[in-house]
C-alpha cells in the first residue's frame, strides 16, 4: 500500500497517513496475545509490535484489509471494557468503475469483531449495503506470517533462522508453516467461512455484490499450532465460551465504587488489565508482566503485582508463590544466574530460548526475587491465613533465606550484592536493570559486585517475614535467630547506606564499597520494608516529594540534580508507577498517608488523560505543565501488570488498611482520603474465609467508615 515505504529494509508510515495513528489495540488470552492498529489491520511498521503473538512468536505479521484495495475509512474502534473484543466500524472510500464514481463513500458498513480464545484469533466481518442501489466490491484480506521470536522483533539480529516451507492451500483455508532451527514446526493456520472467491497464501479476496439493506457475514480464525493441530472452535461457541468464563472469574472478585466517575475509571481499566493479563498456569494464577515485550511470567514483577493486589485478589500471590516455589532453582548454572533457592527471573518460550540465542529460556538474573518472594508469602499468610499453604512452599521459604545468606553475600559483610556470570546475563539486577542505571554522583558506572538500596531493605523485610512464619509453624528458633538477623542488617544498613547531606539513603555501594551518592525513588523502598529508622524516613519522604523528585505526574526514579537524570530515559529520570506505589505503602507505614495521597493525586490525573484510562510501564519524567499531559514513553508496555495493580495498593496506603486474617481483624490506621474521593465502597473484601462491605464518607476534618455487609467473623478496628 502507497501509504507504507520500506527503506533499507524499514518500514515508515507516510506522515499524512491515517496509518500515523500510532494507538494500538490489545488483546490477550493465555498464552496469545494480539497487537492491532485502530483499523484492525496489522502492519510491519513503528516499533514492529503489531501482530498476532503465541508462546513468544509471531503467527501473524500481516493483515490489511482492503476494498477495491483500498484502505476503508475508519469510523471508530474499541476494545470493550473487560478487554475480551475488539469491535472497529468501518466504510468504504469513494469506489470507482472505469474512472466513474461508482459507490459513493458512507455507503457500506463494515464491522470487525475480533477476541482471542485457545490460541486463536477469531474475526467475523459483517458488511451491510446502506444505499439505494446494488454494490459490487472485492473484498481483500492480505496476510503475511513471518514467524519471528519475540527478541527479534524487538529488534535483535540473528545469524541464521529457520525457514518458510511450502503453504497448503485449500479452498477454504491456508496454511503457513515454518520449521525451526529448534526442529518444532509452527503453523499459522487460517479458515474463512463461507468459501472466498479466491485464496492464496498472501491473499483471500471475496466478489460481492450486496442489494440495498443486505448483510453478509464472513468469519476467519487464525489458528496459532505448533507441532499439532487441534480442532477449534467456530466463532459463536467460542465467543460464548470466552464470555462465561469472563462471568466466572468475576463472580466473587472485589468490587470497588467511588464517587468519582473518572477514579470509577481507572479502577475498572485496571482490574479489567489484570484479568487479561493473568494466565491460568499448573500451579495457578499468575499475572503475566506486559504487552508486547514482556507476556511471561517474570519472578520480580509477578511478586510485586501480587504485594499490590493482596487485598483484592489474594488467589493472585498464592498463585505467584506456587509458580515460583516450583521454578525455584536447584543447582548452579552461570548461563542462566542460576543457584541453589534462587527465585526466577524470567521465562521465554520460542525459537532463540530454546536453542539458547537468549539466556531467558529460564532465567534467575535477578537479585531482589528472591527476597521478595518470601516477602511475599509472610504477607500472602496475614491476608489469609493460609497455614497448610505456606507450610507446602516452607521448604521453598528456607532455601530462599539460604541463598541470601550464602550465594547473595558475595563477600560476607552482611548485605546482598549481584554480579553476572557471563556477558548474556543481566549487569544490573535490581528492578532498574538498564545498563546504566546504577552509577555515582559523577555519572560513573558502579562497578559490580553491587549492593543496592532496595535490595537490603527486601532482606530486611523477608526475615522479619519468614520468622513470623516460622513462629506459626512451630519453629521458635529459627523465628528468634531471623529477628536477630534483621535487627543487624538494620543497624548496618544505616551505617553504611545513609547519607546526611543528601537526606536520603544511597542508591547503592559498589564493589569497593563506595556509596552512589545519588537520590533516587529507590531510597523510598526501604520505607515500604520499614528498614529506614523513623527520622531518616521522615527525611526520605520529604526528599522523594521534593521538586526535584517529584514530577507532579509521580516520583520519579532519580532527582532532576542527578548527573545521569534524562527525563525520557528508561531508568533514569522517567516515573513507574509500581515505583510509585511501593513508596505510597512505605510512606503511610510511616503514618504519611497525605504524602501517599499526593502520589495517587499524581497518577490519578494521568489516568485521566492516557488512552482507555490505562497507566502504562513508565512515561517520561519531565516536570508537569499546566494543560498538558504526561509524555509518554514510546516503547511502554500497555497494559503493564504492575502498573495495573498501583492503584489499589496506593489506595490501600492512603486508607492505612492491613488484613490480620489469622487475628480476623481489619485495621484502618489514620485513614484520609483526597479531595476529590468523597465516597468509596468495597465490596467483596476477604479478611480470610470472612467477607466484609465497608463504605468510607469523606468529611473535612474526618473519615467515616460504615459497615455494610458482614459475612463470617472479622472485627474492625480504626485508630485515628
Not at 484502505?71 to 478487554?83: A, D, E, G, Q, Y
Not at 542460576?338 to 530460548?353: F, Q, S, V, W
Not at 546475563?425 to 546504577?438: A, E, P, R, T
Not at 533514569?572 to 498517608?593: E, T
Request: with cysteine; charged share 20%; proline share 5%.
Amino acid at each position: 500500500m502507497t501509504d507504507v515505504i520500506r527503506v533499507e529494509g524499514q518500514y515508515y508510515i507516510r506522515s499524512t497517513s491515517s496509518m500515523a495513528d500510532s494507538r494500538m489495540l490489545v488483546l490477550k488470552h493465555a498464552e496469545t496475545f494480539a497487537v492491532f492498529d485502530r483499523h484492525g489491520d496489522i502492519h510491519p511498521v513503528g516499533f514492529g509490535e503489531q501482530g498476532i503473538f503465541h508462546e513468544g512468536t509471531r503467527f501473524l505479521s500481516s493483515l490489511v484489509l482492503t476494498i477495491d484495495h483500498q484502505r476503508p475509512l475508519l469510523l471508530s474502534s474499541t476494545v470493550r471494557k473487560n478487554n475480551s473484543l475488539l469491535a472497529v466500524d468501518l466504510t468504504n472510500p469513494d469506489l470507482y468503475e472505469d474512472d466513474r464514481l461508482a459507490t459513493q463513500q458512507n455507503t457500506l458498513h463494515i464491522l470487525r469483531s475480533k477476541f482471542l480464545w485457545e490460541s486463536v484469533c477469531y474475526e467475523r466481518l459483517e458488511i451491510a449495503n446502506f444505499g439505494t442501489a446494488p454494490v459490487s466490491f472485492e473484498l481483500g484480506l492480505n496476510i503475511r506470517a513471518d514467524f519471528s521470536d519475540i527478541f527479534e522483533v524487538r529488534g535483535q539480529h540473528r545469524k541464521q533462522r529457520g525457514r518458510l516451507l511450502d503453504p497448503v492451500v485449500t479452498p477454504d483455508s491456508v496454511n503457513i508453516l515454518y520449521a525451526g532451527l529448534d526442529d518444532i514446526t509452527r503453523t499459522t493456520h487460517i479458515t474463512v467461512t463461507p468459501r472466498p472467491t479466491t485464496i492464496s497464501a498472501s491473499e483471500i479476496c471475496f466478489e460481492l455484490t450486496l442489494a440495498p439493506r443486505e448483510e453478509q457475514t464472513i468469519d476467519l480464525a487464525i489458528v496459532c499450532e505448533i507441532e499439532t493441530s487441534e480442532p477449534h472452535l467456530d466463532y459463536d461457541t467460542a465467543l460464548s465460551a470466552a464470555n462465561a468464563l469472563l462471568q466466572q472469574e468475576r463472580r466473587d472478585a472485589v468490587e470497588i465504587f467511588t464517587s468519582n466517575e473518572q477514579f470509577n475509571d481507572w479502577i475498572n481499566q485496571s482490574l479489567e488489565d489484570m484479568h487479561m493479563l493473568t494466565t491460568e498456569t499448573e500451579t495457578g494464577s499468575y499475572p503475566y508482566a506486559g504487552i508486547p515485550w514482556f507476556s511471561t511470567a517474570f519472578g520480580r514483577d509477578g511478586i510485586i503485582t501480587a504485594l499490590e493486589m493482596l487485598w483484592a485478589n489474594p488467589d493472585l500471590a498464592r498463585g505467584v508463590l506456587a509458580y515460583l516455589a516450583r521454578t525455584q532453582a536447584t543447582e548452579v548454572d552461570a548461563a542462566t544466574d542460576a543457584e541453589p533457592g534462587k527465585i526466577l527471573h524470567e521465562t521465554r518460550r520460542g525459537e532463540m530460548a530454546a536453542l539458547g540465542e537468549i539466556p531467558f529460556g529460564m532465567y534467575y538474573g535477578s537479585v531482589d526475587s528472591t527476597p521478595l518472594f518470601v516477602v511475599l508469602a509472610g504477607r500472602y499468610y496475614e491476608a489469609t491465613a493460609d497455614r497448610n499453604f505456606i507450610q507446602s512452599i516452607w521448604p521453598n521459604i528456607q532455601a530462599a533465606l539460604s541463598w541470601i545468606d550464602t550465594y547473595g553475600d558475595l563477600d560476607g559483610d552482611g548485605f546482598v550484592e549481584y554480579q553476572r556470570k557471563q556477558d548474556s546475563g543481566l549487569f544490573n539486577q535490581g528492578w532498574k536493570d538498564s545498563h546504566d542505571s546504577i552509577f555515582h554522583a559523577d555519572g560513573s558506572p558502579a562497578e559490580p559486585p553491587i549492593a543496592i538500596c532496595e535490595m537490603q531493605a527486601y532482606v530486611y523485610a523477608a526475615k522479619l517475614a519468614a520468622a513470623e512464619l516460622a513462629d506459626v509453624l512451630g519453629y521458635s528458633t529459627s523465628a528468634l535467630e531471623l529477628m536477630d538477623q534483621a535487627a543487624l542488617l538494620k543497624q548496618n544498613f544505616e551505617d553504611h547506606f545513609w547519607d546526611e547531606e543528601l537526606e536520603t539513603y544511597v542508591l547503592a555501594l559498589d564493589g569497593k564499597k563506595r556509596p552512589c551518592r545519588v537520590r533516587s525513588s529507590n531510597a523510598g523502598h526501604a520505607l515500604f520494608s520499614g528498614i529506614a529508622s523513623q527520622e531518616h524516613a521522615e527525611q526520605v519522604a520529604r526528599t522523594l516529594l521534593s521538586e526535584e523528585s517529584f514530577s507532579g505526574w509521580g516520583i520519579r526514579t532519580i532527582a532532576t540534580s542527578e548527573a545521569r537524570y534524562n527525563p525520557m530515559s528508561y531508568h533514569n529520570g522517567s516515573i513507574w508507577p509500581h515505583d510509585n506505589a511501593l513508596i505510597a505503602d512505605g510512606l503511610a507505614r510511616y503514618n504519611h498517608q497525605d504524602m501517599a495521597a499526593d502520589v495517587l493525586t499524581g497518577l490519578f490525573d494521568a489516568s485521566i488523560v492516557v488512552d482507555q484510562h490505562r497507566l502504562p510501564e513508565l512515561f517520561c519524567g519531565f516536570p508537569r505543565r499546566p494543560g498538558e499531559s504526561p509524555t509518554l514513553y514510546p516503547v511502554a508496555c500497555a497494559p503493564q501488570a504492575w502498573a495495573a495493580g498501583s492503584v489499589f495498593m496506593i489506595l490501600q496506603a492512603c486508607l492505612g488498611m492491613s488484613i490480620d486474617a489469622p487475628a480476623r481483624r481489619l485495621r484502618f490506621t489514620h485513614p484520609m482520603l483526597p479531595s476529590y474521593l468523597n465516597e468509596i465502597r468495597i465490596s467483596n473484601l476477604a479478611v480470610g474465609s470472612a467477607t466484609i462491605d465497608i463504605a468510607f464518607h469523606r468529611h473535612p476534618d474526618d473519615i467515616g467508615i460504615s459497615i455494610l455487609r458482614r459475612s463470617g467473623e472479622v472485627k474492625v478496628v480504626v485508630v485515628k
